[in-house]
């Protein structure tokens, strides 16, 4: 497995931007889908995106379409979310995560898990 470490996370306003940043260890990074998954207090873990192992190709939470973007710098073994026009619903622990085998949007479909970043979006 590989280990992911989240950084980025923090309170800002509605309306500002954030970057997510998920290093991972290891030298098999470019073998894994990435996903990112969040959790507001008192409900259940989502899907936010993902990216794929293969030929990159993303996909997304349709509440965060258009405003959050995945990529990946496979030379530096990190994942990133760009989180631009952020609302207060996006207020939650952010997690990254990695699968060896599938592209999907289960939690189930990951396993290798970061410890999450928080974002607080004050409105």
């Known amino acids: 497995q590989v280990q992911l470490v989240e950084s980025g996370g923090g309170l800002v306003q509605a309306g500002d931007s954030l970057r997510l940043s998920c290093a991972a260890s290891?030298?098999?990074?470019?073998?894994?889908?990435m996903g990112w998954f969040r959790q507001a207090p008192g409900k259940d873990r989502e899907f936010v995106a993902t990216i794929s192992r293969i030929n990159g190709a993303t996909y997304y939470l349709d509440s965060v379409k258009g405003r959050f973007t995945i990529f990946r710098d496979n030379a530096r073994n990190t994942v990133f979310l760009q989180m631009n026009s952020l609302k207060s619903e996006d207020t939650a622990v952010y997690y990254c995560?990695?699968?060896?085998?599938?592209?999907?949007?289960?939690?189930?479909?990951?396993?290798?898990w970061g410890q999450g970043t928080q974002v607080t979006v004050s409105s």
């Open positions: 290891g030298r098999t990074f470019s073998t894994y889908s």
């Open positions: 995560a990695a699968s060896s085998v599938v592209w999907g949007v289960r939690i189930i479909d990951y396993e290798s």
